[in-house]
């Protein structure tokens, strides 16, 4: 299916799955840098990753469902 067909939320997990890892990636490296104490920001990072490695999956074949019922 062509990309101009897909559901808009799907085009909008592509985006966030793409720019937020490497937001929280820079700004890991900026607190790194800067402070030597950025284990909360690992913590918050492996938190985020592990919620959209389970969540985007999902949500990917709900609105693949979606699309085939409209």
């Known amino acids: 299916m062509a990309v101009k067909n897909w559901h808009f939320g799907k085009i909008v997990i592509l985006w966030v799955c793409t720019i937020l890892p490497i937001a929280v990636f820079v700004t890991l490296l900026i607190e790194v840098y800067r ?3 950025a284990e909360s920001l690992v913590i918050i990072f492996a938190a985020v990753l592990l919620a959209l490695i389970f969540l985007v999956p999902i949500t990917w074949k709900w609105l693949s469902g979606k699309e ?3």
Do not use: L, W
């Open 35 to 37: 402070v030597r104490g």
């Open 68 to 70: 085939k019922r409209d």
